[in-house]
């Protein structure tokens, strides 16, 4: 059987679970959606970089 501990364990897990999925997937889709805008080139490069740009600015591999 199950013991309270493990029980009440799986249950923060699972409320935690509920809670972090919404903001990922909202993230991921918001980033799909620059991806596509910058790679379909609806929006000129230089006003919207695309995301591999913006990346190799920040970490320096695009100087």
Not at 1 to 26: D, E, I, Q
Not at 44 to 57: E, G, K, R, W, Y
């Amino acid at each position: 059987m199950w013991s309270r501990k493990a029980h009440s364990k799986n249950h923060y897990l699972t409320k935690w679970a509920a809670g972090f999925w919404r903001p990922v997937v909202f993230v991921v889709a918001l980033v799909l959606l620059w991806w596509l805008v910058t790679a379909q080139q609806w929006v000129v490069p230089f006003i919207l970089p695309s995301p591999q740009d913006t990346l190799n600015a920040l970490t320096g591999n695009g100087i």
